[in-house]
Nanobody, 124 residues
Framework: QLQLVESGGGLVQPGGSLRLSCAVSGFALNVYSIGWLRQAPGKEREAVSCINNSGVTINYPASVKGRFTISRVNAKNTVYLQMNSLKPEDTAIYYC?????????????????WGQGTQVTVSS
């Protein structure tokens, strides 16, 4: 059974860093695409970053480029999101999700399986 479990969220000051983890079970990471998406209060869920089955990565919002990095360790079946230079506007629940395709997508609707989410709060 496919399962995704996120961890690593928390409270951090502006300018700080966090690394989120997504432990995946039920399939190997080189089969499908896995994305990190976030949802802030009162806003729609948005894709932040994605890594496809071949390991090609993409960041979607211009606001995170140069600050967020997605990576994976196949031996651990885990996907990570390293977030640096965090800003208050990065505050959201962060989800990892699977798209059953070789290709990533910017649309949250294209992701089929979701983890429970982890809260990230950036505040002084």
């Amino acid at each position: 059974q496919l399962q995704l479990v996120e961890s690593g969220g928390g409270l951090v000051q502006p300018g700080g860093s966090l690394r989120l983890s997504c432990a995946v079970s039920g399939f190997a990471l080189n089969v499908y695409s896995i994305g990190w998406l976030r949802q802030a209060p009162g806003k729609e869920r948005e894709a932040v970053s994605c890594i496809n089955n071949s390991g090609v990565t993409i960041n979607y919002p211009a606001s995170v480029k140069g600050r967020f990095t997605i990576s994976r360790v196949n031996a651990k079946n885990t996907v990570y999101l390293q977030m640096n230079s965090l800003k208050p506007e990065d505050t959201a629940i962060y989800y990892c999700a699977v798209r059953t395709s070789y290709y990533c997508s910017v649309s949250a609707r294209d992701y089929t399986y979701w983890g429970q989410g982890t809260q990230v709060t950036v505040s002084s």
